[in-house]
């Protein structure tokens, strides 16, 4: 069975946190345990989610704002604090991305959701209502 990026994490995590003044220790046999699974190549996704996981932890999340150009701060701010709202965070990070194709609106990633208000979006949705 291929163990998955999360449950090594889960797995590293949960044996620092049992035995703090053994991290060293732990750390070494995680990574002999990792090299023998053949898994090696997966280090740098398994780093990405201890930070993605520890700055959940701690209440904050990087989220990617897609917009066809730059948003207003104003508006930025309206989504970050909805954001916060609904994920119950004390910070967000906003990545802005600019991507002209989507026409208007915007499109916010994080985690593994994605809230789809572009205006691309809307078309393809209207326009499966038509054809129904």
Do not use: C, H, W
């Not at 090594?8 to 995590?13: E, F, N, Q, S, V």
């Not at 699974?37 to 201890?50: P, T």
């Not at 704002?65 to 990070?93: D, H, P, T, W």
């Not at 906003?94 to 078309?123: A, C």
């Amino acid at each position: 069975m291929k163990i998955s990026v999360p449950q090594y994490t889960r797995a590293l995590r949960e044996l620092i946190a049992s035995e703090p003044s053994q991290a060293k220790q732990i750390i070494a046999n995680f990574v002999a345990l990792v090299v023998k699974n053949n898994d090696s190549y997966r280090f740098a996704e398994i780093v990405e989610q201890l930070q993605a996981d520890i700055k959940k932890e701690r209440g904050e999340v990087e989220v990617e704002l897609i917009s066809a150009r730059k948003l207003r701060v104003e508006s930025q701010n309206i989504i970050s604090n909805y954001l916060k709202k609904q994920m119950k965070l004390n910070e967000i990070k906003v990545k802005e991305i600019i991507k002209p194709e989507i026409l208007g609106g915007f499109i916010v990633r994080y985690d593994d959701k994605i809230i789809d208000g572009s205006l691309q979006q809307n078309l393809v949705n209207f326009k499966k209502i038509l054809s129904n």
